[in-house]
């Protein structure tokens, strides 16, 4: 990936340059790559100040300035015209290849004039190139080399390629024969350091992150019209991906019925995500009749009121966890509820692709009015990624929903608002996904920040630099912030840093109960924070995603990122990366 500055482009960027910003950025070729957006120049004569889309350095290669023109472009007695996606049409002031050619001879002359005592800066060639992203080259005879032009066409097949091509193009043209070629990385960074302080736009990251916050936090429309589809189906089954707004249908859900008078239990597989069911319920749903809470947890409350609790109690107390769930809960659970007689009007099922097995539907049978067959329920669930506790198949999923439940409306949810466009493309890159699971969110947000580590003490160090920073960071909390992990806290490296001099980390179960003044960050494992989310997650401990279950944890973890994600990879997973993110340019993907 290269190295973008700024890194990420303004609100107001045309679609033909955010096309070629992720092109640049994401190519697998351009990993050393430093490009400039929009880079503001002084300009001698008539004009004292212009702009570059892009001016892109190649180590070894070159220098290459870059105009981006998209929608149709005509040129009528040497004078050019664009004409946007509305039918809307401009005139340009001069021709885009002028433009970038003067555009190039500005930057040269920039460096030249700071970089004087740098001899190496001559063996370096500078190029330039028009970009024409939605439509075929001009013809020939326009005054310009056929590699300084790029169209439609040729984006299709990579524009590292073309760029690297053009390179060479461009250094036998003006016979330069150097070795090593330039720039080499010193001359490189030189180059990088002096161009950049005529353009860096530092955005604090606070504020992009509650910038992103305002706008993710509205219901879209497709949610409403699923509120409306479950208002007129008894039995509901609902799909998304990670972000597409189950849990908080579900809730939405659950009160509604509850104010219709209905007697109402709300569950799902996860402690955290059930204690959050029960605070959300007590905050806004007073009067109503709403059980809320983990699944477990509510069965064990109904046995332990039943006839038989201190038959269970004993029998819970002699078993290990395994037979505890596979065999007590449901024969002790049964029992006590086939004994009560005030059953739930209806059910409401978060996180359907972990509890969706035999045994917790006989037990549903039983605890709704009319059975699943002839009951009301809506369940939500992701049953193609988010299933970490071995659910298995989608297919098997289904066929067992079918004969316990009978039939049920089904709807998919499409729509990716809980994050970021960056973190939840990139999120479906590394998880293995081959085309999107969602359509993107509008809200583009802040890029999803890379860190690589060799080892325990090179991923402490990092780990340390990314929170003390966001401890520091004008506009974020450190609640707004989660450290997410494969492993525990004591086998995590957070673990190792548990009471640094500039913060503390705790974990999410005791974080409600810490006093400390210095700055305290919540602690997770990734399944244990499945069905929450956050506004900043760190991940670290990025060991492997080699395999079905690597991913599904990967896809699980940076899914809880609604706004910034900051992710720690170890070196042996570059290989795995850098094939996922060329996914990004395949036709499937787009």
Partial sequence: MAKMIPPHWHDKTPRSEQRVFSMLQNDPQTEDWVVFHS????????????????????????????????????????AWTTTDASGATYALKRSPFVQAQEGMHEVRKSLEERL???????KVPFGYAVIFTDVEAPPTGIGTEPWEVIDHHSLTTGLAEHLLRAAKQQRARHHIQSSPAEPQPQLLRKMRDTLRPDFDRIIARGTLVNDSERRLLRLTEEQYYLLDLLAGNARCL??????????????????????????????????????????????????MDVTAGRFYKCLRDAIVSSAIAAEFQVAEQQSHSPELFNSIYPLFGQLALEECANRFDVIVMD????????????????????????????????????????SGRPEDVYELIGAHCGFCARATLKQNCRNTRRVGEETALLSGFESPPYRMGQVDGAPVDYLDYSDAESQRSALEKVLSRLASE???????????????????????????????????????STDSRIPTFRFATAAAFKGMESKIVVLCDVDRIETDEDRSLLYVAMSRA???????????????????????????WR
């Fill in 351 to 390: 996180e359907a692709q972990d509890l969706v097995r035999r045994p917790v539907l006989d037990l549903l049978n039983v605890w709704v009015k009319g059975g699943l067959r002839e009951g009301r329920w809506a369940f939500f669930g992701d049953f193609h990624r988010q299933a970490i506790y071995g």
């Fill in 474 to 512: 004008p506009g974020i909390a450190p609640d707004d912030v989660v450290i997410l992990s494969r492993h525990r806290l004591d086998q995590s490296a957070a673990g190792k840093l548990v009471d640094s001099a500039l913060f503390r980390i705790r974990s999410v179960e005791q974080f409600a």
């Fill in 39 to 78: 880079l503001n120049l002084k300009q001698s004569g008539a004009r004292p100040y212009g702009e570059v889309d892009f001016v892109v350095l190649i180590p070894g290669a070159g220098v290459f300035c870059l105009e981006v023109k998209g929608g149709r472009v005509a040129c009528t007695d040497g």
């Fill in 562 to 588: 609604r706004s910034l994600l900051t992710v720690l990879l170890h070196d042996r997973t570059k290989a795995d990366v850098r094939e996922a993110f060329k996914r990004r340019m395949s036709d499937l």
């Fill in 238 to 287: 609902f799909e998304g991906a990670a972000g597409t707004g189950k849990t908080l249908l579900a809730l939405e859900f659950a009160r509604r019925c509850s104010r219709s008078g209905d007697r109402v239990l709300l569950i799902c597989f996860n402690k955290l995500l059930g204690d959050w069911f029960v605070n959300e319920i007590r905050a806004t749903a007073t009067g």
């Fill in 116 to 122: 004087a005592r740098a001899p190496e800066l001559y």
